[in-house]
């Protein structure tokens, strides 16, 4: 029995997911024992940080809601968007005429039931994506209620703090069901783009995942103006 194109999509499909599914899990590695080699641990860091100086001013006098809203309307937005997708994927499905991708320009399997197979994939990862959005925004919008509370209320920082990370989690989980759904995209055209767009999705991944900046610092309130005036006193002494 000799070599068949349908093969393939029993050796390529797998792989890539393989590839993906691995450098996902070395990225949660990574962000568990050593946060600060990654994007998501160095953004965490900042949002505390962010959230504890909003929680020392007075509550009328807080941009933190603007903040929160911006994120609130970029989670909003792709859960719509993934939801979207998902109507569509569903109608795809629904519907007898299914042979758009069957061209023999396609090196690998073109049966029914591996097309059917490609749009479920499609179909889950934008489904994921939506959940994990509308959580994201859940989180954020419950996040801006408790940052409207007064200064005296007595509210953990911590709790907060919580919050606005638990929403980012959420949101870096749809971006990340998002990136899968791309490589299950690709594999509409055959094995072989899904693979070699799993290995350039894994490279240019892990060049934005990767942080190289140090984790800055933050002092009370105050300090940053004060080594702001301090500097601006400075430079004029000089001229």
Known sequence: MGWRKEYLDLVLAPLSLFIMFGYHLFLLYRYLKHPKSTVIGYENH??????????????????????????????????????????????????????????????????????????????????????AFVHGTRCFVHASYLMTMPINA?????????????????????MRALYFSTTFLVWVFGPIPMFVSSLVMVILLHNLDTNSMPMLQFGPLGHQEFMRTNKITNLSSQE
């Open 154 to 174: 007595g509210i953990p920082v911590g709790y907060i703090e919580k919050e606005v990370i638990r929403g980012n989690h959420f949101y870096e989980f749809g």
């Open 46 to 131: 900042n949002k505390r940080a962010w959230v504890d100086k909003m929680m020392e001013i007075d509550a009328k006098e807080r941009p933190a809601i603007s903040v929160l809203g911006n994120s609130i309307s970029a989670a909003a937005t792709l859960s719509s968007i993934s939801l979207v997708l998902s109507s569509l994927i569903g109608a795809w499905l629904g519907s007898s005429n299914q042979t758009v991708f069957t061209s023999n320009l396609i090196y690998g399997d073109t049966s029914p039931s591996i097309i059917s197979i490609k749009y479920i994939s499609l179909l889950i990862c934008f489904l994921v994506a939506f959940g």
